[in-house]
């Protein structure tokens, strides 16, 4: 491939690169994680709530990584409630899972900017053999590819398999118990799905410009040759 067409390959996933890192940086902080809606059981069951009267006790609840909103109806209007997962939640929830997101995603961050600025490198410099070259662009694509892809295992694990939407609704409720109505992943967290395609893509963009993928292994035509040389 031409050095202008590999120049052209390399400055996109730089540009796809460093827009995932933003990207997942901004996902962080927000509470668009998770979207959701949440039954007061206690209180439907208490006046024997059916067909339209169940409406008056489904909340709302949204949350991210760090804090999030609840808004409950228990039959007498809403009552909103912000709350924060550090320190007011970390007895409830499963705190190595989350922390292990939230360790993921700053990884996933820190090696998309890693990689963007390897991929501006070679684009417009004299690329080393190892870290600054072919197999260190492999390297970075597939360390924020395989963060990205753990982020979303262990959050969705932590919001279906241990039921977060339910141990967020139902904290220091005494009296009054509440059941997940619906949820549904929210902006940040496809955010975090698309950064680990457009690594992968990056990945293939790669080898789009010439570059084998490492470990595979090439014909070793000169071996050969000389074998046969070596019979005469």
Not at 26 to 47: E, F, H, N, R, Y
Not at 92 to 110: E, K, M, Q, R
Not at 173 to 185: A, L, R, Y
Request: glycine share 10%.
């Amino acid at each position: 491939m031409p050095a202008q067409q590999k120049k052209i390959l390399f400055c996109t996933a730089g540009v796809l690169s460093f827009t995932c890192a933003l990207g997942t940086a901004a996902a962080i902080g927000t509470q668009l994680w998770v979207k959701g809606t949440i039954l007061c059981q206690t209180g439907a069951l208490l006046v024997n709530a059916t067909g339209q009267e169940v409406h008056k006790f489904i909340g709302e609840i949204q949350y991210g990584l760090f804090h999030g909103e609840r808004l409950r109806h228990c039959g007498l209007g809403g009552r909103p409630l912000q709350f924060s997962f550090f320190p007011d939640l970390l007895k409830v929830i499963p705190a190595s899972i989350h922390v292990s997101v939230i360790l993921f995603c700053t990884v996933l961050t820190i090696f998309a900017l890693v990689g963007a600025g390897f991929f501006m490198f070679n684009a417009f410099g004299s690329p080393y053999e190892t870290l600054h070259g072919p197999i260190g662009l492999y390297l970075w694509s597939f360390i924020a590819c395989s963060c990205g892809c753990l982020i979303m295992i262990l959050f969705s694990s932590e919001v279906k398999i241990h039921q977060l939407s339910e141990k967020i609704a139902n904290f220091k409720e005494g009296s009054f118990i509440f059941k997940t109505h619906s949820e549904q992943f929210a902006d940040s967290f496809w955010i975090i799905l698309v950064c680990s395609l457009v690594q992968f893509l990056n990945a293939l963009l790669i080898r789009f410009a010439g570059f084998q993928f490492p470990f595979s292994k090439a014909k070793d035509s000169g071996t050969i040759t000389g074998a046969v040389d070596l019979m005469y």
